[in-house]
């Protein structure tokens, strides 16, 4: 079973030189990195050749979808070539075991999609940081009561799966939309509890749990009161905000 991971950049000189030394670990295990450059103007590609110069990197300077982050991934997806591709941010410090366990997680042929927990772990802010260590135990805590798949934006899936139901959609959240459409189509989405993954851009800020809110009024299963209870669980005020401006925006849209 192969595997590709596709990464797209967008000014990450910042971050890249803690995730390209956990993908430095794991090259060996894939058979393919595949970096997307969308629009970048720093030293993201430099960064990128010096520490992996075998890598294949494409380049996105134009976007035809609303939403850029969804066109780079499915850029990078149409570009892969393995039996499995691997979706992975550029701010992700990946556990070294993520091979073994997507070889493991796809021995099931139902499985369409896998999906990964990662770790908050803000890389500038101490606050952040603290915010983000009270979500990962939060989360350890939860995923004993609560059993069910999630959709996460870190994830993988078979590529025979998504030439049959299709490739991501032009999605304020594409990747919880193709989860949604795998299940649709008989497959199966598996969610892994347990990966030593971190995340050093969580979405904390403000600006980040806005965005969240935002795409939460576009989803089916988020209403007025979950978003509530996850504003004020998860120490995020301005999700809520979000989710407010969002139906706001929808029902002008739908107006329209």
Request: hydrophobic share 35%; with cysteine; proline share 4%.
């Given at each position: 079973?192969?595997?590709?991971?596709?990464?797209?950049?967008?000014?990450?000189?910042?971050?890249?030189?803690?995730?390209?030394?956990?993908?430095?670990?794991?090259?060996?295990?894939?058979?393919?990195?595949?970096?997307?450059?969308?629009?970048?103007?720093?030293?993201?590609?430099?960064?990128?050749?010096?520490?992996?110069?075998?890598?294949?990197?494409?380049?996105?300077?134009?976007?035809?979808?609303?939403?850029?982050?969804?066109?780079?991934?499915?850029?990078?997806?149409?570009?892969?070539?393995?039996?499995?591709?691997?979706?992975?941010?550029?701010?992700?410090?990946?556990?070294?075991?993520?091979p073994s366990i997507i070889q493991k997680?796809?021995?099931?042929?139902?499985?369409?999609?896998?999906?990964?927990?990662?770790?908050?772990?803000?890389?500038?802010?101490?606050?952040?940081?603290?915010?983000?260590?009270?979500?990962?135990?939060?989360?350890?805590?939860?995923?004993?009561?609560?059993?069910?798949?999630?959709?996460?934006?870190?994830?993988?899936?078979?590529?025979?799966?998504?030439?049959?139901?299709?490739?991501?959609?032009?999605?304020?959240?594409?990747?919880?939309?193709?989860?949604?459409?795998?299940?649709?189509?008989?497959?199966?989405?598996?969610?892994?509890?347990?990966?030593?993954?971190?995340?050093?851009?969580?979405?904390?800020?403000?600006?980040?749990?806005?965005?969240?809110?935002?795409?939460?009024?576009?989803?089916?299963?988020?209403?007025?009161?979950?978003?509530?209870?996850?504003?004020?669980?998860?120490?995020?005020?301005?999700?809520?905000?979000?989710?407010?401006?969002?139906?706001?925006?929808?029902?002008?849209?739908?107006?329209?």
């Amino acid at each position: 079973m192969k595997i590709s991971i596709v990464v797209p950049v967008h000014n990450e000189e910042v971050y890249l030189p803690y995730s390209l030394s956990s993908l430095k670990q794991i090259k060996n295990q894939v058979s393919e990195i595949i970096f997307v450059l969308d629009n970048c103007t720093d030293k993201s590609e430099h960064i990128i050749r010096a520490v992996l110069p075998d890598v294949k990197i494409l380049t996105l300077s134009k976007h035809k979808w609303k939403y850029y982050t969804a066109e780079s991934f499915q850029y990078g997806f149409n570009k892969a070539s393995s039996d499995i591709i691997c979706a992975v941010g550029a701010d992700l410090v990946l556990d070294k075991e993520l091979p073994s366990i997507i070889q493991k997680s796809f021995s099931d042929e139902k499985v369409g999609t896998v999906c990964f927990h990662y770790l908050n772990y803000d890389l500038f802010s101490p606050w952040l940081r603290f915010i983000g260590t009270y979500d990962n135990i939060y989360k350890m805590i939860i995923q004993h009561v609560r059993k069910e798949a999630r959709h996460t934006g870190f994830y993988a899936f078979r590529r025979k799966m998504m030439e049959e139901i299709g490739g991501l959609a032009d999605s304020i959240s594409e990747y919880d939309e193709f989860c949604r459409r795998t299940e649709k189509a008989d497959w199966s989405v598996k969610y892994i509890p347990h990966t030593n993954t971190l995340h050093l851009r969580p979405g904390l800020t403000p600006r980040k749990q806005y965005l969240q809110g935002v795409a939460r009024a576009y989803l089916p299963d988020y209403n007025y009161v979950k978003t509530l209870i996850h504003s004020f669980i998860h120490l995020k005020p301005h999700t809520i905000v979000g989710y407010l401006h969002g139906k706001r925006r929808l029902r002008l849209e739908n107006c329209d």
